[in-house]
């Protein structure tokens, strides 16, 4: 089975050391990356993953044209949730019918781009993993998640037997990944946590662990969940979440800078749209009220002027 993935940042980072610590010879794992200067210099020094003071280096070979890819079983796409269609256009040499996309976007507003994968199948995956990318090919793996990976429609057996071997591969790579029937679900269940955690982490400028600390950072918090909860109740989405699971999260991953963090502190683009914009969106397209979230929208993207 050939795995590739799209994106070194923390998370292709994190996958790429993953599934090469749990790859048994039996597979190849590779890198694809559009960033021609990025992908030579993480095949020079390889793929360096740091976890509690231990450092590991694996070579995995990163390639920056799909075309000099024969061909992908997996294609894990680990790009920000505003570049998924740009990226999809870029991987069309691969998408031939037995591949299996895997969409790690944060938010909701990558769910209906299956449209854009021709005859290759969709997958879709949530995860907590803590991971920040402190250079290229350079991954900090900060906090310790859990991954749930599934179809939004029934798969052939085919497929589904391809997503169990990509799970084998995860778990024996250290990492705890489970397949789910539920996955919209979680995928709910995740965006609570990003709606709850990544806006307020750039307003107040702290890791995630820090939050624990303000308690008016807390009623936001808890405000902007309620509020997409509201959301995913209308839409019939039955999520098993209290906002309080979001300060577990705070605590597993408190050493951590958040996505949307690292974003700004990178002068990036953050993925507030498809987080509290999305459910700022929904709201509004359902006649209910989301006057937090779309606050936090508003402070986030008055921080993102100040570079952009
Ligand atoms: O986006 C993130 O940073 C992560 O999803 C999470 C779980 C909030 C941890 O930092």
Redesign the pocket.
């Known amino acids: 089975m050939h795995i590739v993935i799209v994106g070194p940042g923390a998370l292709g980072g994190l996958l790429g050391a993953t599934t090469s610590m749990g790859n048994d010879g039996s597979d190849s794992v590779s890198l694809l990356d559009y960033n021609h200067s990025r992908a030579e210099e993480i095949n020079r020094n390889g793929l360096r993953y740091e976890k509690d003071g231990e450092h590991k280096c694996f070579n995995i070979k990163v390639i920056f044209k799909p075309t000099e890819i024969d061909h992908a079983d997996i294609l894990f796409l680990c790009v920000k949730s505003y570049d998924v269609e740009k990226c999809l256009q870029y991987c069309s040499p691969l998408l031939h019918s037995e591949c299996l996309v895997i969409f790690m976007q944060?938010g909701i507003a990558h769910l209906d781009h299956d449209r854009h994968i021709g005859e290759a199948v969709a997958v879709y995956g949530t995860t907590?993993e803590?991971a920040t990318c402190h250079g290229p090919g350079h991954i900090y793996h900060a906090?310790v998640?859990k991954t749930f990976l599934g179809f939004q429609h029934p798969p052939t057996l085919d497929s589904s037997h391809r997503l169990v071997r990509v799970i084998e591969r995860l778990q024996a790579g250290g990492m705890n990944a489970t397949t789910t029937e539920s996955i919209l679900n979680r995928i709910w269940a995740?965006l609570f946590?990003?709606v709850g955690?990544?806006a307020l982490t750039v307003i107040n400028n702290c890791k995630?662990g820090v939050l624990l600390e303000l308690p008016e950072a807390q009623l936001q918090m808890r405000q902007a969940i309620e509020e997409a909860q509201c959301v995913a109740e209308v839409l019939h989405i039955k999520v098993n979440a209290h906002w309080r699971d979001t300060l577990e999260?705070c605590r597993a991953?408190a050493d951590?800078l958040?996505?949307?963090l690292q974003d700004v502190r990178k002068k990036r683009k953050t993925e507030i749209d498809a987080i509290n914009g999305e459910v700022a969106r929904l709201a509004a397209s359902l006649g209910l009220q989301a006057p937090m979230n779309v606050e936090l929208v508003r402070k986030v993207k008055d921080i993102e002027k100040q570079y952009a």
């Open positions: 944060n907590t803590g906090g998640g995740k946590i990003n955690i990544n995630n999260v991953t951590n958040s996505s949307m």
